[in-house]
Antibody, heavy 120, light 110 residues
């Protein structure tokens, strides 16, 4: 059974860099046919797609966040990560990591989510 | 990229059917059969309910169905049950090789 688990600081200061890691168990992030990605949800608001990384390593970003976001993968640890630089209060959200199916582009598996608050 | 357009809320009585619309453009919903729908209960992660416009993952009730016409996709829930009360989000793959979500629809079972 595939499982995804987000980890990282729950509190980040304004202007600093938010860093999160997703640890995948029950499957390999190097397996063909999948993207691995991040989605966020500000409190009381809707979902926003942030970025995906293909199993080959190619990356894709939300144009509105692209200048501040980096997604990367560590296949030796079966993990992928997200960095968001120059954060503000608007980046406060629950951050989900997920697996996206290449065939239908749907998000088949989600992590439980982790709340990151940007505050001094 | 702009979010897909969904109604903010819909409601229905137990046993009734409801439909949630999701309107995009020819660069996303209208251009690909890569529309998916997610159910989210409070405090929980979203759950995939429909993929590729009209396919149901294993374990999802056949009361949930999806369709698409032009730039608008729809999710229909028949035989409404109390447990269906949740937020629903549509999502589409886009021509820019990005993904976009709808703003979400709150379903209330009266």
């Amino acid at each position: 059974q595939l499982q995804l688990q987000e980890s990282g600081p729950g509190l980040v200061k304004p202007s600093e860099t938010l860093s999160l890691t997703c640890t995948v168990s029950g499957g390999s992030i190097s397996s063909s046919g999948y993207y691995w990605g991040w989605i966020r949800q500000p409190p009381g608001k809707g979902l926003e797609w942030i970025a995906n990384i293909y199993y080959s390593g190619r990356t894709y970003y939300n144009p509105s966040l692209k200048s501040r976001v980096t997604i990367s993968a560590d296949t030796s640890k079966n993990q992928f990560s997200l960095k968001v630089s120059s954060v503000t209060a608007a980046d406060t959200a629950v951050y989900y990591c997920a697996r996206v199916e290449d065939l239908g582009r749907e998000i088949g598996y989600w992590g439980q989510g982790t709340l990151v608050t940007v505050s001094s | 990229q702009s979010a897909l357009t969904q109604p903010a809320s819909v409601s229905g009585s137990p046993g009734q059917s409801i439909t949630i619309s999701c309107t995009g453009t020819s660069s996303d919903v209208g251009g690909y059969n890569y529309v998916s729908w997610y159910q989210q209960h409070p405090g929980k992660a979203p759950k995939l309910m429909i993929y590729e416009v009209s396919n149901r993952p294993s374990g999802v009730s056949n009361r949930f169905s999806g369709s698409k016409s032009g730039n608008t996709a729809s999710l229909t829930i028949s035989g409404l049950q109390a447990e269906d009360e949740a937020d629903y989000y549509c999502s589409s793959y886009t021509s820019s090789v990005t993904w976009v979500f709808g703003g979400g629809t709150k379903l209330t079972v009266l």
